[in-house]
């Protein structure tokens, strides 16, 4: 079973970035896929979260508007397109999945990948 997550780096505040999610191993198109960010010295937190079929996202009221999740079964990828990006947004940024948008009922988790928004 695997998650790789992809698609950090340095970013401007304001700008963009789109994270994107490989998964393999499993049978991606049962599973609801989440992103969860932590930041230094904080506790991980939900983001953004897509059933399995598309038809329900969930975004934190932090990102509400700025942040877009999708995916696709037959690709088994999910993605997460960041806009107007704000220093807060800064984190390491993991993709799981699961059965509810719960941190603690993610069955699965990707290694995750670094995002800086710099003031």
């Known amino acids: 079973v695997q998650l790789q997550a992809s698609g950090g780096g340095l970013v401007q505040a304001g700008g963009s970035l789109r994270l994107s999610c490989v998964a393999s191993?499993?049978?991606?198109?049962?599973?609801?896929i989440c992103w969860f960010r932590q930041a230094p010295g904080k506790e991980r937190e939900g983001v953004s979260c897509?059933?399995?079929?598309?038809?329900?996202?969930y975004y934190a009221e932090s990102v509400e508007g700025r942040f877009t999740i999708s995916r696709d079964n037959a690709k088994k990828t999910a993605s997460l397109t960041m806009n107007r990006l704000q220093p807060e947004d800064t984190g390491v940024y993991y993709c799981?999945?699961?059965?509810?948008?719960?941190?603690?009922?993610?069955?699965?988790w990707g290694k995750g990948t670094l995002v800086t928004v710099s003031s």
């Open positions: 799981a999945a699961g059965f509810s948008n719960s941190v603690d009922a993610m069955n699965y």
């Open positions: 191993g499993f049978t991606f198109d049962y599973y609801t």
């Open positions: 897509i059933t399995s079929d598309s038809g329900s996202t």
